[in-house]
Nanobody
Framework: QVQLVESGGGLVQAGDSLRLSCAAS????????MGWFRQAPGKEREFVAA????????YYLDSVNDRFTISRDKSKITVWLQMNSLKPEDTTVYYC??????????????????WGQGTQVTVSS
């Protein structure tokens, strides 16, 4: 079993920045993929970003790929999401996600095995 713990959410104004972090612990394997989804009330979970653990290749939702950057530290088993130029539309709960493979699809929620508890991001206008 893998445990994921997110932090870094908060209340900011439009145009501000936040940096989310996610630390993984427990039973970990090589060839992991980690990233972030978000979910607003009444809506489906939406893919935000992901990174292949070994190769470092990144994937982004089109609406955030000019503003958000995902990165990882292999030695610490930690992934970050740097969010710049935040918009009110970014307001929701952000979830750290992981799976024990780094191939296949990256934007489908059901393809990930491990989910954190989420961290709230609120962007005011």
């Amino acid at each position: 079993q893998v445990q994921l713990v997110e932090s870094g959410g908060g209340l900011v104004q439009a145009g501000d920045s936040l940096r989310l972090s996610c630390a993984a612990s427990g039973r970990t394997l090589s060839n992991y993929a980690m990233g972030w989804f978000r979910q607003a009330p009444g809506k489906e979970r939406e893919f935000v970003a992901a990174v292949r653990w070994n190769g470092g290749v990144t994937y982004y939702l089109d609406s955030v790929n000019d503003r958000f950057t995902i990165s990882r530290d292999k030695s610490k088993i930690t992934v970050w999401l740097q969010m710049n130029s935040l918009k009110p539309e970014d307001t929701t709960v952000y979830y750290c996600i992981a799976r024990n493979r780094d191939t296949g699809r990256f934007s489908v929620a059901g393809d990930y095995e491990y989910w954190g508890q989420g961290t709230q991001v609120t962007v005011s206008s």
